[in-house]
Structures are given as C-alpha cells and as structure tokens.
C-alpha cells in the first residue's frame, strides 16, 4: 500500500511543477496579461453581398477604408478620402426625404420591368441620393 501512495505522491509533485513551470514561462513570454496598445476602430457600415462575404467601411485612427471581407480574408479594396460623407438610412425616410420621384414617362410594355430604362433611370438617381459628399 505504501508504493501506490508513494506513486501517487510523486506523480501528483511532478505534475505540479510541469504545470508551475508552463505558468512561469508563459508570464515569461508575455502569453498572459501585458498591455496591449489598440487601434481606434470604428465600423460604419456593412453590406452583405453573399453567404459568407460583404464590404465593410471602417475608421481607422482617422482613415477611412473599404474592406471585402469573406471567411478566407479581408482585403483592402479602397481609401475613401477624408471629406465627410453622409450615409441615409434604409428605413422608412419622411416627408422631406431627398430621393428624387420617379421619372413620368409615358407606359410602355416593360413598365415596372427589370428591362425598362425607367426602371434603371430611377435606381440609379435613388442610389446616387443615397451617398452625398
């Protein structure tokens, strides 16, 4: 009885300073605690395009990036320059809302349609409202 405990008894010390020497090296190493400086970062919008991929804006320390984040990366697609811009909210918008009416153009067989020029006229007008510098 007294050889399993005398095992039982080493494995247990041995064990405590493996594990007394793995903290020790990891303070050592700076693994655990140091002060980190941090980046300002701000996200100020994001766009999904797909499943698993989108375009984010960001600030960072005063530059404004376009990001194309997917599962795999996140590259830089372009700096926006340092002029204010204004983003409209896709929400319900009042009365004095600044997206143009539609065009009045007379019917045509593709009113409404994917394939009118209308259709497109005014998408375009919406979106370019849409981003004011």
Not at 81 to 94: H, N, R, T, Y
Not at 109 to 119: D, E, H, N, Q, Y
Request: hydrophobic residues 45%; glycine residues 10%.
């Amino acid at each position: 009885m007294s050889d399993t405990l005398e095992l039982a008894l080493r494995v247990t010390v041995s064990l405590g300073l493996v594990l007394a020497l793995l903290w020790f090296l990891a303070r050592r190493m700076g693994a655990g605690g140091g002060a980190v400086r941090r980046l300002p970062i701000t996200v100020l919008g994001r766009q999904n395009l797909g499943r698993r991929s989108g375009i984010t804006v960001v600030d960072v320390a005063g530059r404004t990036l376009v990001l194309g984040v997917s599962d795999t990366e996140v590259r830089l697609l372009t700096e926006l320059e340092s002029a204010p811009f204004v983003l409209e909210d896709d929400g319900v918008q009042g009365p004095e809302s600044s997206v143009p009416a539609p065009i009045s153009t007379p019917p045509s067989a593709l009113g409404g349609s994917v394939l009118s020029p209308t259709a497109w006229r005014t998408s375009w007008q919406v979106l370019r409202s849409r981003v004011r510098r």
